[in-house]
């Protein structure tokens, strides 16, 4: 469910801003880091399977105001994921039927209608969507995979007379264009690129069987970093001149994705089409995603007692339903495309969704090295873990030094010369962060919990020797269905 409109778009306004090699470097520093974080959510969702886990563990395992303060965060991020995937999906739209014709906020109402639809009817009909939506994307990118290599091999394709031949040569033009002025400024790109990869966590509690599952999920996370992004951008590099004029997406123009790009140089010439509607699959099932994780962080939040009790409520389905309404208002930001213009409502939007997201995961390695620290102060033994980081203490301390790093650096090319639209969008979040922590640590006279005192067993998982999917060999699934998690 990751994979969204910042890997099929924002990919391509990053090499064209900082070259092919910076572009590598920042979405492979970013990916390092969500394996890292990633193997430190692992930990702690097969042990706490809860729903809505990010702000509950900060709650739990810190300060009941860094809890409050993740879960607003958390929530506010992934709703306004979903309002730059609804504002992408009418800029995909618009490859095929002119916004003259129909305006695009039209096409971001239909789509958040279905997106509710399928998230209030229940959680199994939620994952199945997700399943085969996923599925197309991850055959595209596949597939992607192949013709670049192709293409890149001289078996297909014939490259502009002239210009240079795909592979080094093309990668080798300016790779690091605009030096580390650049890199910074394509940070937030790479980190919306990655965003939803803690849904497994925020999952956990809804999924069978997490201390089997989740492991499961968690170990395939480096391996799909490494082909659905590190590859895919080494390939765009190798393929794509930076300076190609069709590459940069400044304006939002779909026509700029490198994946279209790509099939159309490689003589394919259905490509574009097909890609097309690719991005659109993906860009539903990434708001498909956004409206899950939100509407759950804010289902928690109520139970908490940091947010309006109504919330709390759950249908005989087990669905939130007013947490999903309330985020689909949210969802309706999308509609200041018909204000300000598409290509500039989807770069704030994209640029405070990365920000919040960012956040999010620095709060996920801080209350991993608190679970830690707490699981051990009460004598508890890490062999009893259900599924054991082996990257601690390493994983947490990196990820929170590369966040640190992001959040206050990426605003750097505001300041030369200083751009207020630039500098609101790198920062605007950060003193709402603040507000949100000390404001209810003031307001509740919350305090920093001690080690002894954390509750690690309320939520905790067990093998309920009963229980049909606990230690029972499982049903198998399908033929094509186990094809696929043995590729995929």
């Not at 979903?82 to 014709?101: N, Q, R």
């Amino acid at each position: 469910g990751t994979i969204g409109t910042g890997l099929f778009l924002a990919s391509g306004s990053s090499i064209a801003t900082a070259g092919p090699g910076f572009a590598q470097v920042a979405y492979t520093l970013v990916g390092t880091m969500v394996f890292c974080f990633m193997s430190s959510l692992g930990e702690m969702a097969t042990y706490l399977p809860i729903s809505g886990s990010i702000n509950a563990y900060g709650t739990r395992l810190y300060d009941p105001a860094l809890g409050f303060m993740l879960g607003w965060v958390y929530w506010f991020s992934w709703s306004i994921t979903l309002a730059t995937e609804l504002v992408a999906s009418s800029l995909i739209i618009s490859f095929w039927i002119s916004t003259d014709k129909c305006p695009g906020w039209v096409w971001s109402m239909a789509f958040l209608v279905v997106l509710t639809a399928l998230n209030l009817t229940s959680v199994k009909a939620y994952g199945e969507t997700e399943y085969w939506l996923s599925l197309i994307k991850v055959l595209a990118v596949v597939v992607f995979i192949i013709v670049g290599f192709l293409y890149i091999g001289g078996a297909i394709g014939t490259p502009i007379e002239g210009s240079a031949k795909p592979g080094p040569e093309v990668f080798d033009i300016d790779p690091f264009h605009g030096g580390f002025y650049a890199l910074f400024s394509i940070f937030l790109n790479a980190g919306f690129s990655f965003q939803g990869a803690e849904m497994v966590g925020i999952a956990a509690g809804e999924t069978k069987n997490p201390r089997k599952n989740v492991p499961r999920a968690i170990r395939q996370v480096f391996w799909r970093i490494l082909m659905f992004y590190v590859l895919t951008i080494l390939i765009i590099g190798m393929c794509i001149p930076y300076d190609d004029p069709e590459l940069a997406n400044s304006k939002g123009d779909v026509k700029a994705s490198p994946f279209t790009r790509v099939f159309v140089q490689a003589g394919i010439k259905v490509g574009a089409h097909i890609m097309n509607a690719v991005i659109l699959v993906a860009v539903l099932s990434a708001g498909n995603s956004g409206l899950f994780a939100s509407s759950r962080a804010l289902h928690t939040l109520s139970r908490e007692g940091n947010a309006p009790r109504f919330l709390g409520y759950v249908n005989k389905h087990g669905v939130p339903i007013w947490c999903v309404l309330a985020t689909a208002l949210v969802g309706c930001l999308a509609f200041i495309v018909s204000l300000v213009g598409q290509g500039e409502a989807y770069n704030w939007l994209l640029a405070l969704s990365s920000t919040t997201g960012f956040i999010s995961w620095l709060g996920i390695a801080v209350c991993h090295i608190r679970f830690r620290r707490a699981y051990l102060a009460q004598g508890r033994s890490l062999k009893d873990l259900p599924f054991v980081s082996r990257l601690y203490p390493f994983g947490p301390i990196y990820t929170i030094l590369i966040c640190l790093i992001i959040l206050l650096g990426q605003g750097y090319t505001a300041f030369n010369p200083f751009d207020v639209k630039a500098f609101l969008s790198a920062y605007v979040t950060l003193p709402f962060v603040v507000i949100l922590f000390f404001g209810k640590k003031f307001w509740s006279k919350t305090k920093v919990i001690k080690l002894v005192d954390v509750d690690l067993d309320t939520g905790r998982s067990f093998i309920d020797p009963l229980a049909p999917d606990s230690d029972a060999p499982e049903k198998k699934a399908n033929v094509f269905r186990r094809i696929a998690s043995a590729v995929f």
